[in-house]
């Protein structure tokens, strides 16, 4: 199977299905990032804050796959927002994965509170500049945060990933997204699993002989997203990663794209977390 790419603002590309390892243990996430490259997931997003990066670079480092082949992303935790404190945190994320290179480097939350998310932007540029990251961008930043770094950096953050599924589309968002350049990567895209037994999803899986989950990411592909699913088992890592031989009508999209819901948000709010 060949994953599609989706090609970011600066020329390079992001597979658009990838694997996310959030709340797996460190000694849980060597196997199942194993696992999912042998299924033929190459792209992995881990974070300092879920303590697994070391078990994601035992993975890589196992699995005799070219470092060209493989794109690799890791977040900027909130207490090491700063210039030289970020300089210093991307060192020993990229010494617990074991690579000499990162492909995307994202800030992890803007914490407005805390007011340093431009000067940790500032320090991601110079970290590309200095050919130890491919490409940099930010999650759960908000239409006012990327404003703001675009006015202060004169650089776009190539990639935003936000919490994003069919309870909670975002399409004012990924509207804005769209007029700048910037990807939008989906996170927390089943719904931590709560959107598998809706009646609506349910029915298109039915009918295309799939699984919800399969229907929610084909959604997400289809709508234009870079979508990152997490699972422990092995079964559902590979079901997931099998969503390239069927397609969802423009009907079947519309129709996923209206459960939006005002109350759908799973975890913080941006705007005040932090
Ligand atoms: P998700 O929406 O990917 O849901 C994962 C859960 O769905 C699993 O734990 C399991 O319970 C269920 N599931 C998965 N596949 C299934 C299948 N085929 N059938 C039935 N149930 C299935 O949730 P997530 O882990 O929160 O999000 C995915 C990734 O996004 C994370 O691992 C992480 O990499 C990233 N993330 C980023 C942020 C951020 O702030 N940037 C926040 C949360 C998650």
Do not use: C, M
């Not at 300089?87 to 074991?98: I, K, M, N, Q, V």
């Amino acid at each position: 199977t060949t994953v599609p790419s989706i090609v970011l603002a600066d020329g390079k590309a992001i597979p658009a299905l990838g694997f996310g390892v959030f709340q797996v243990p460190d000694d849980q996430t060597r196997d199942a990032v194993s696992t999912a490259l042998q299924a033929g997931y190459r792209s992995i997003d881990t974070a300092k804050i879920y303590g697994n990066e070391a078990g994601v670079g035992q993975a890589i480092a196992e699995s005799g796959i070219n470092r060209e082949d493989l794109y690799i992303t890791t977040k900027l935790w909130n207490d090491d927002q700063g210039y030289e404190s970020t300089l210093a945190a991307f060192d020993a994320s990229l010494e617990r994965l074991g690579l000499d290179y990162l492909d995307l480097y994202l800030i992890h939350w803007p914490v407005p509170s805390q007011d340093l998310y431009v000067d940790t932007f500032k320090a991601f540029q110079k970290l590309k500049a200095d050919g130890r990251v491919r490409s940099i961008g930010v999650s759960n930043f908000t239409v006012d945060n990327l404003e703001r770094v675009i006015g202060e950096t004169g650089e776009v953050p190539v990639l935003n990933q936000i919490e994003l599924h069919p309870k909670f589309n975002q399409s004012e968002l990924r509207a804005f997204h769209t007029g700048k350049g910037i990807a939008t990567e989906a996170w927390s895209p089943l719904g931590q699993g709560t959107l598998l037994t809706d009646p609506v999803i349910t029915a298109i899986a039915d009918a295309h002989g799939v699984t919800a989950a399969q229907v929610v990411i084909r959604w997400h592909l289809q709508i234009g997203n870079v979508v990152i699913p997490k699972s422990v088992t092995p079964s559902r890592i590979k079901e997931n990663f099998d969503v390239f031989g069927f397609a969802l009508t423009p009907d079947e999209i519309n129709a996923i794209g209206s459960l939006d819901d005002p109350a759908g948000r799973i975890g913080p709010n941006p705007a005040v977390f932090g």
